[in-house]
């Protein structure tokens, strides 16, 4: 994953300007006033060395100044992870996005890069009690938008990764395994984890 991002950078960095292609080229590099964005997501994470995977729903408000944008985002979901199944998952962050590149073959759409970074705090309500976990997020994505008639309808395609401080071993270890699991061997400071997901802005 890591490899990836640094590719995406890398190309991102040396890629040509937005292509020009009719009087909409200066918006299409320009976020809407403010958005707002329903995705489908999935995505798991380390804790030490147990893995939980959490499915959901997000939902996006965004609002949008030249190339930037500043975000809130807030996840619905549930956490496959202990003996009986999971829990509810709950995460709420927050965030800036920045419009690196805008492909625009004609007047009526544009291929279109981002990338963003962010913060945020999840709780997951396990049957033998809750975790919350801080994390810092960075990611990518592309999306297809509309640009006829000033209708901004956009497609996307999105992919984070996510770093959290570790939480307490046994902690984990009682939620998750209740004795079912092997020693502990990770003992990195922080947990790491990534999301994906697609959904529709407007």
Do not use: K, N
């Not at 890591?2 to 040396?14: C, E, G």
């Not at 976020?31 to 997501?41: E, F, I, Q, V």
Request: aromatic share 8%; charged share 20%.
């Amino acid at each position: 994953m890591r490899a990836w991002a640094l590719m995406i950078l890398i190309a991102t960095a040396l890629a040509p300007g937005a292509a020009r292609a009719g009087a909409d080229d200066d918006d299409a590099m320009r976020w809407p006033h403010r958005t707002t964005a329903l995705y489908l997501t999935a995505g798991g994470r380390y804790l030490g060395d147990r893995s939980v995977a959490a499915p959901g729903v997000t939902g996006e408000l965004a609002w949008g100044w030249g190339r930037w944008q500043a975000l809130v985002d807030g996840r619905a979901g549930w956490a496959f992870a202990g003996r009986d199944g999971g829990g509810p998952a709950i995460r709420a962050g927050a965030g800036v996005r920045w419009l690196a590149r805008s492909y625009q073959p004609d007047s009526s759409a544009a291929l279109q890069l981002y990338l963003d970074v962010g913060a945020s705090v999840e709780h997951l309500a396990l049957a033998d009690g809750g975790l919350t976990l801080p994390s810092a997020w960075a990611g990518w994505g592309w999306q297809v938008r509309a640009m006829r008639d000033h209708h901004r309808v956009m497609i996307r395609f999105v992919i984070r990764i996510e770093l959290s401080p570790s939480v307490d071993r046994a902690r984990v270890d009682q939620l998750l395994c209740r004795g079912a699991c092997g020693p502990t061997v990770t003992s990195s400071p922080l947990d790491e984890g990534f999301s994906g997901g697609v959904g529709v802005a407007w």
